[in-house]
């Protein structure tokens, strides 16, 4: 605070441990001398094992391609694709499914929209979200794109499909949120280069650019 006090502009560092049980004493401090976005806290983790950041990632994935059951019921339980009430009636859903037997290794978008069994059970305004990004993403999966595209398509799918929800944001979750919006854009500067690459190809430079 001190130093804060003496020179408003200064860049400061400060490393700590466990800095997730301290945050609320040093936001206090520091908001007595910054204001705004002056100061920022690190997370300490790679942004994909930062749980927002993480459903976005699979989120993508899954428009056009398949996930892990796994994958497929932490990403449904987040909050982040799709609302509280939605999120527990898909669930639900998953749970019958297994109940049925019709439980599978992976699981596609399109595969489980499909399920006759449990159409019943899936939320309406989440299918139409998830139906409309995904037709967005297959309108232009026969092209290729630079990344500077493919980041600004980014944005739009996930917008379409709701992520990452409707409720208030925490401070950390803020934080992550800013972080993958850059981390995005960070991506998509390499289509300056005029480089072309289709979809797959781009969430591949994606990850390695956010892990």
Request: hydrophobic residues 40%.
């Amino acid at each position: 605070g001190r130093r804060l006090a003496e020179n408003p502009e200064a860049r400061l560092l400060v490393i700590t441990q466990d800095a997730s049980t301290q945050r609320g004493d040093f936001e206090r401090v520091l908001r007595k001398y910054a204001t705004g976005e002056a100061f920022e806290f690190s997370l300490g983790v790679p942004l994909l094992q930062i749980a927002l950041a993480h459903s976005a990632f699979l989120l993508l994935r899954w428009l056009k391609g398949e996930l892990k059951e796994a994958e497929l019921d932490w990403l449904l339980s987040t909050g982040y694709a799709a609302e509280a009430q939605e999120s527990s009636a898909l669930e639900a859903a998953m749970r019958s499914l297994r109940r049925q037997g019709l439980e599978r290794t992976e699981w596609s978008l399109t595969a489980l929209l499909g399920q006759h069994s449990i159409v019943n059970l899936l939320p309406e305004y989440w299918t139409e979200r998830m139906t409309a990004a995904q037709n967005r993403l297959e309108s232009l999966k026969n092209h290729s794109q630079t990344p500077f595209k493919w980041a600004e398509t980014v944005t739009k799918l996930l917008e379409l499909a709701g992520w990452p929800g409707s409720r208030s944001l925490s401070s950390a979750e803020l934080q992550a949120n800013r972080r993958w919006q850059q981390a995005v854009e960070v991506v998509g500067s390499l289509g300056f280069q005029g480089r072309r690459v289709s979809w797959s190809e781009f969430l591949s430079i994606d990850r390695k650019s956010v892990v």
